[in-house]
């Protein structure tokens, strides 16, 4: 299976500050990668796929970028809605696998 | 507007069964493939399946082959996955997805959680 690490596990923030969220594949898997947004009580959400298309809905303060094996999540001026967990998939090959979860907090 | 509606929380015995429905609305689920993800927090997210409910096909992952067993009733909209011989292992918050397209998941389910115990 394609092991995706995922990296910081926790992060800390404030509202306006830029944050980055990294996952690495441990082969290369193209540009087949996703972004999901979890937060309590709502349904997890499709925020990017194909490393770096915006799924319909996602702001623009998201954007993704990486081939290969390594990619990047990257969230300008934060709002108070975007403190959640983040997720990366691969679905280059089965399995689909996922990350570990970066959380992220308000500093 | 496309929702995904999950069953309610479940408590089994272990060596039991359960079953999980996924109601879907605001589309056909002949339409889309329906994944199934489990969820442990020590253990991150586990892609366990998909259906197509149009013909019945499915696919699963290795480890997942003998304890799930995926199900859809296009005249309910429905899709359902049963998890048999129940563990401790089997404790989890179990999500359905639809598939976008190239086995990414453009709509989740709220989760159930099932809890394993005796």
């Known amino acids: 299976d394609v092991q995706m690490t995922q990296s910081p596990s926790y992060l800390a923030a404030s509202p306006g500050e830029s944050v980055s969220i990294s996952c690495k594949a441990s082969?290369?898997?193209?540009?087949?990668l996703a972004w999901y947004q979890e937060k309590p009580g709502k349904a997890n959400k499709l925020l990017i796929h194909?490393?770096?298309t915006l799924q319909s809905g996602t702001p623009s303060r998201f954007s993704g970028s990486g081939s290969g094996t390594d990619f990047t999540l990257t969230i300008r001026s934060l709002e108070f809605e975007d403190f959640a967990v983040y997720y990366c998939?691969?679905?280059?090959?089965?399995?689909?696998?996922f990350g570990s979860g970066t959380k992220l907090e308000i500093k | 507007e496309v929702q995904l509606q999950q069953s309610g929380p479940e408590l089994r015995r272990p060596g039991s069964s359960v079953k999980l429905s996924c109601k879907a609305s605001?589309?056909?689920?002949?339409?889309?493939?329906m994944h199934w993800v489990k969820h442990r927090p020590e253990h991150g997210l586990e892609w366990i399946g998909w259906?197509?409910?149009?013909?019945?096909?499915?696919k699963y992952a290795q480890k997942f082959q003998s304890k799930a067993t995926l199900t859809a009733d296009t005249s309910s909209n429905t899709a359902y996955m049963q998890l048999s011989s129940l563990t401790s292992e089997d404790t989890a918050t179990y999500f359905c997805?639809?598939?976008?397209?190239?086995?990414?998941?453009?709509?989740w389910g709220q989760g159930v959680m099932v809890t394993v115990s005796s």
């Open positions: 997805a639809r598939d976008g397209l190239l086995q990414w998941f453009d709509y």
């Open positions: 605001g589309y056909s689920i002949t339409d889309y493939l």
């Open positions: 259906i197509d409910p149009e013909d019945g096909e499915t």
């Open positions: 082969k290369s898997i193209s540009n087949n």
């Open positions: 194909s490393g770096s």
């Open positions: 998939q691969q679905y280059n090959e089965y399995p689909p696998t």
